[in-house]
């Protein structure tokens, strides 16, 4: 059991490079979150989804998009990266109902120079 | 969902309890109070949640007051490993969680 995997752990961009940030699960949970987290500070939802096939926005979704092809896998992608999109990325994923806590992937390193 | 209020730090004996509060004045009737750590860099880790009622499992106490405004996480016997950034989180769903700064917790030997 895996729990929630991030692909890859650190990655190094330039700006205007595109990437996607990898994030499987094998508890077949379904809800998954994308989260950052800038030096300092609190995590920030990027995007969500309740189940494969439904994704909504976050609190800062600019400059990045999702799917939710399968209930396993959640995918991260920058189109066009941008130094203000350094920071550290966190998946994760939960069951429906309140009983139940997310958990949440190692994360993926990302700087954007 | 409605917003917490965290110390931004406390420090604490190993071996002692831990007693981290969470204001939450305008948490509203459906709303839960999750309890997440962060050690270092690591991914959260989910501690707890409530509603009303006091809860208590493996890693901690979660005491909730009658009027739902405040809440504490109690760590019983806290070690070195206690040692992280604990969020106190309201949330009326557990696919939306807002994170703020947290309180940092420093265990000392």
């Known amino acids: 059991n895996a729990g929630v995997t991030q692909t890859p752990k650190f990655q190094v961009l330039k700006t205007g490079q595109s990437m996607t940030l990898q994030c499987a699960q094998d508890?077949?949970?379904?809800?998954m979150s994308w989260y950052r987290q800038d030096p300092g500070m609190g995590l920030r939802l990027i995007h969500y989804?309740?189940?494969?096939?439904?994704?909504d926005q976050g609190e800062v979704p600019n400059g990045y998009n999702v799917s939710r092809s399968t209930t396993e896998d959640f995918p991260l992608r920058l189109l066009s990266a941008a130094p203000s999109q350094t920071s550290v990325y966190f998946c994760?994923?939960?069951?429906?109902?309140?009983?139940?806590?997310?958990?949440f992937g190692s994360g993926t390193r990302l700087t954007v120079v | 969902d409605a917003k917490t209020t965290q110390p931004p730090s406390m420090d604490c004996a190993e071996g002692r309890a831990a007693n981290l509060p969470c204001n939450h004045s305008?948490?509203?009737?459906?709303?839960?109070v999750y309890w997440y750590r962060q050690i270092h860099s690591q991914g959260p880790q989910y501690i707890i949640h409530?509603?009303?009622n006091n809860e208590t499992n493996e890693m901690a106490s979660l005491i909730i007051t009658e009027d739902r405004k405040s809440s504490t996480l109690i760590l019983p016997h806290a070690t070195l490993r206690d040692t992280a950034v604990y969020y106190c989180?309201?949330?009326?769903?557990?696919?939306?969680?807002?994170f703020g700064k947290g309180t940092l917790l420093t265990v000392n030997p």
């Open positions: 305008t948490i509203s009737g459906n709303e839960y």
């Open positions: 409530g509603l009303k």
């Open positions: 989180i309201v949330g009326g769903s557990n696919y939306k969680l807002t």
């Open positions: 989804s309740v189940g494969a096939g439904i994704t």
């Open positions: 508890m077949n949970h379904e809800y």
């Open positions: 994760a994923s939960s069951s429906p109902g309140a009983g139940s806590g997310y958990t």
